[in-house]
């Protein structure tokens, strides 16, 4: 009798992320980084032209783009990174 071996597991589809949803993901995290710094960057130049306090406004638009840029994008990866630390 010939024995046999149990099939491979293969991971299913759904929790292989395609080439195109990774694409799209690079996509979405460029504008969670360039539209706050863009929005708060412009915004910042704008309010130190007003009050005359250059370049302090600019420079905590900046900072208020990086922290929020920073958030959106951990909160973005998580589902990610929680499915590469599950054993498949």
């Not at 460029?30 to 420079?59: E, H, K, N």
């Amino acid at each position: 009798m010939i024995a046999m071996r149990p099939p491979a597991q293969v991971p299913k589809k759904s929790d292989q992320p395609s080439t195109l949803r990774m694409v799209g993901l690079v996509g979405e995290i460029g504008y969670m980084i360039a539209i706050p710094a863009v929005l708060f960057g412009f915004g910042g130049a704008y309010l130190d032209r007003t009050f005359a306090t250059s370049p302090w406004l600019t420079i905590a638009g900046l900072a208020l783009a990086l922290a929020s840029s920073a958030l959106a994008v951990w909160h973005r990866i998580q589902p990610f990174l929680r499915s590469a630390d599950s054993p498949l």
